[in-house]
């Protein structure tokens, strides 16, 4: 598969589709989260920190979602990373989303309505984070710790991905979060879902010299 150009374009060149494009891929993000949190089968490494940190508070998911992304953020600083509109809607929009539909979605203890949550949201999960990423308004705040300790450390994006998310889930587990069969399948098909999606969504600058 081609490669796929996803470096940040500022928000005035086709801001009609591209910022809904944007909102849209957030909001379905944040659904996706609430959906997994509700199928109770084990959560992704950061959402299984998220949960931990609402088990030792009092804080809503949605807020220690905020939280957590603005700690993230300070991470950045010495990285000389830089935010974007895109990154800034993040935080916001879905921190509100997942506590809003968790608010209307029950846990789920049957079975069958479980694994259903469960897939749905992970497919639900991989579509989102094409559309938002695809958008090209910056990246996320986790994303942008991966790329910017990339940087300066100068180790491949993989291993680094890889060594954020063992930490982040450790601890998310010894705080009290959910690791089960969800936590696997989410770990080996988020990377093959995105990829599949993102070239279906993903903005792309008109060729001036097309007809």
Do not use: C
């Amino acid at each position: 598969m081609a490669s796929v150009d996803l470096a940040p374009v500022s928000l005035s060149v086709d801001p009609v589709r591209r910022f809904p494009q944007l909102l849209g891929g957030l909001a379905l993000y944040g659904t996706s989260m609430a959906m997994l949190t509700r199928a109770r089968l084990g959560l992704d490494p950061w959402d299984v920190l998220h949960e931990g940190l609402t088990k030792r508070t009092d804080l809503s998911f949605g807020t220690a979602v905020a939280i957590a992304s603005v700690a993230v953020l300070l991470l950045w600083l010495p990285l000389r990373q830089r935010p974007g509109i895109g990154t800034v809607l993040n935080v916001v929009v879905i921190s509100f989303t997942v506590d809003l539909v968790r608010a209307v979605l029950p846990p789920q203890h049957d079975l069958a309505w479980q694994i259903t949550l469960l897939t749905g949201g992970i497919v639900l999960n991989g579509l989102a984070t094409a559309v938002y990423v695809g958008a090209r308004l910056g990246p996320g705040p986790r994303d942008g710790l991966m790329t910017g300790l990339a940087t300066r450390t100068g180790w491949p994006v993989g291993p680094v991905r890889t060594g954020i998310e063992l930490a982040v889930l450790a601890t998310g587990w010894l705080l009290g979060g959910t690791v089960g069969v969800g936590t696997v399948l989410y770990a080996v098909t988020i990377g093959p879902l995105a990829q599949t999606f993102l070239p279906l969504v993903v903005w792309r600058r008109a060729d001036p010299d097309a007809a």
